[in-house]
């Protein structure tokens, strides 16, 4: 069994990892960092200490009604997205360790859709998708 990194817990709720395949346990929130643990495979387990976090990335649907899923990113080792049961005392209790400017609100499909929409009709994405394609046709 893997040793916590908290010394005092916060919080524990049940959850899931979408680290390649979904993986179910528990998400643990405490005063040394966010841990993700599952009880029934004792080596699926993710610990990311607080120094570690760069932002939250949250996912807010409905006016905030619902939050389907949230990510931790770190300084090094990539972004983990979670979701659990609750996911608004989750960031409550996140907010105590992280400032409240390191939650943000993740970008909507039509957000991500405009922007990628108006990068088609410059003239530098034609050219690179032209150069993209000729050097892979040519090798």
């Known amino acids: 069994m893997v040793e916590s990194l908290n010394t005092?817990?916060?919080?524990?709720?049940?959850?899931?990892?979408?680290?390649?395949?979904?993986?179910?346990?528990?998400?643990?929130?405490g005063d040394k960092g966010f841990e993700f643990y599952n009880e029934k495979k004792p080596n699926s387990y993710i610990q990311?200490?607080?120094?570690?976090?760069?932002?939250?990335?949250?996912?807010?649907?409905?006016?905030?009604?619902w939050i389907p899923r949230y990510a931790v990113a770190t300084r090094r080792n990539g972004?983990?997205?979670?979701?659990?049961?609750?996911?608004?005392?989750?960031?409550?209790?996140?907010?105590?360790h992280i400032p409240a400017d390191k939650i943000l609100k993740s970008l909507t499909f039509w957000q991500v859709f405009k922007s990628g929409g108006k990068n088609l009709f410059?003239?530098?994405?034609?050219?690179?998708?032209?150069?993209?394609l000729f050097h892979r046709t040519k090798k």
């Open 8 to 29: 005092k817990v916060e919080l524990v709720t049940e959850a899931t990892s979408f680290l390649g395949m979904p993986d179910y346990g528990k998400i643990m929130i």
């Open 48 to 65: 990311i200490p607080w120094t570690e976090v760069d932002h939250l990335d949250v996912s807010v649907m409905f006016g905030g009604k």
């Open 79 to 96: 972004t983990y997205t979670f979701a659990s049961k609750d996911p608004k005392a989750v960031l409550r209790a996140v907010r105590e």
């Open 122 to 132: 410059k003239k530098e994405s034609w050219e690179n998708l032209y150069l993209s």
